[in-house]
């Protein structure tokens, strides 16, 4: 991050010079134990939101691709119980993946069924691809009482399942619902009896969205502790979590800070409800948290994958949400233009893209946008004509101000084109 005043000799800064960063003072303690896993639930639990359309093959395709080149491990294909659709849709998918020879792994959802784990092995003896059944069942005692089912029920309705998976050569992910309520006793017995009939992963639930940080990093330190160290198995522990009390991404950061290896997310978090810790932010915060893989990973691709998500399902990214949306890097406020504004005349693009935002958008693919409205200064003016290649006289200049002021809003390219042709400034 070179920087230079008139006159003086050229001073190279590093970002932390500039930057005194509190977030890496307890960086030990809260920070992932170890490099990364990504799942990523966009084409399975994020299509369980009521509000979006089931993507075709082809879109699945395109959003498939985009995964891989994020570098996202893993991906939910479906649910291949569900019907005839899904059955087709995590075939293609799953052929795809043989096809292009991709490195992202496939799973498919499941309930602790042999009619749902019977066409997860299916298509795996179709495609020849490894397709590793998470098989779901729910655990709180609140859904306990609701379904009227015993101890006994549970046990041998996740025993039964996984062996039967196992039988058919597939390998299992034993997922308890709605974790973040269930006792300690009964979370001790559901997952030993998983792992003692063949899981090799297991995976902790907000289902409901119900934890905070300290309460999803104390269960995924119990579940450590209390079933995998005991078991003596190599067993993978996974997060997966809802934003009901927006708190995804933070509960997903705890859960890799107690120990957790994998996160399952969703692009721009659709899902059901309130949707699922979103995807995309979760590779920003890992990125900027220089954790491994990520931070070394390209990230440039990863608006095509949200807007890709976004366009497929019909669910619109919000102007104001994180990174991706449409006003995340864009501003008209005089101070804050001023000062990006000074940035880029020291053409230090870092310098730039951090100087009044947490996230640099050149990580992204991204830029910063000034824009000219009642709360800008001249400089705003100056800079927007500069960067259109016009000239600026100092009435033309003073025009636009003028009816900036007058607005309600940001003006138009229309509107400030406008004034530099001598229009009037009325609003």
């Not at 440039?300 to 102007?319: E, F, H, M, W």
Request: charged share 20%; with cysteine; glycine share 8%.
């Amino acid at each position: 991050m070179p920087g230079s005043a008139p006159g003086s000799r050229e001073v190279t800064l590093n970002r932390s010079d500039l930057i005194y960063d509190w977030n890496q003072v307890s960086a030990p303690q809260l920070a992932p134990r170890g490099p990364v896993l990504l799942n990523d639930e966009s084409l399975r639990d994020g299509l369980q939101s009521p509000s979006v359309r089931d993507p075709s093959i082809e879109e699945k395709i395109e959003i498939l691709h985009l995964m891989e080149s994020l570098g996202i491990n893993s991906l939910d294909l479906g649910l291949p119980g569900a019907g005839p659709r899904a059955v087709a849709h995590v075939e293609a998918l799953a052929r795809e993946i043989a096809a292009a020879r991709l490195k992202i792994k496939g799973n498919c959802a499941a309930r602790t069924h042999q009619n749902d784990i019977r066409p997860i092995a299916e298509i795996v003896e179709k495609t020849g691809v490894p397709i590793e059944a998470a098989t779901f069942i729910g655990s709180s005692p609140i859904r306990r009482y609701t379904e009227d089912w015993t101890d006994d029920f549970l046990l041998r309705t996740t025993e039964n399942a996984v062996k039967y998976a196992r039988s058919l050569g597939l390998e299992v992910m034993y997922v308890t619902e709605d974790t973040t309520r269930c006792d300690p006793a009964t979370i001790k017995r559901l997952y030993s009896t998983a792992i003692n009939a063949g899981a090799r992963a297991i995976v902790v639930c907000d289902t409901c969205g119900h934890a905070t940080p300290t309460g999803v990093f104390a269960l995924v330190q119990f579940v450590i502790n209390e079933v995998v160290k005991p078991s003596g198995e190599k067993i993978r522990v996974d997060w997966h979590g809802h934003c009901d009390r927006g708190l995804a991404v933070a509960n997903s950061l705890a859960a890799l800070a107690a120990g957790a290896e994998c996160v399952h997310a969703c692009a721009i978090g659709i899902g059901e409800r309130v949707g699922n810790t979103q995807m995309d932010l979760m590779l920003v915060n890992l990125k900027l948290m220089g954790v491994a893989p990520w931070d070394k990973q390209d990230l440039t691709g990863l608006r095509d994958y949200c807007q890709a998500v976004s366009r497929a399902t019909g669910v619109p990214i919000p102007k104001n949400y994180p990174v991706m949306g449409e006003d995340a890097f864009r501003t008209a406020t005089g101070v804050h233009a001023a000062a990006v504004i000074k940035a880029l005349k020291k053409n230090d693009i870092e310098l730039a893209n951090t100087v009044y935002s947490g996230v640099p958008s050149h990580f992204f693919g991204l830029d910063q946008v000034i824009e000219i409205g009642p709360m800008s200064g001249k400089s705003n003016i100056l800079f927007w004509l500069e960067r259109k290649g016009l000239p600026a006289p100092e009435e033309t200049v003073n025009r636009i101000f003028e009816r900036a002021k007058q607005s309600n809003r940001l003006l138009t390219e229309q509107e400030i084109l406008a004034c530099c042709s001598g229009a009037g400034t009325s609003a």
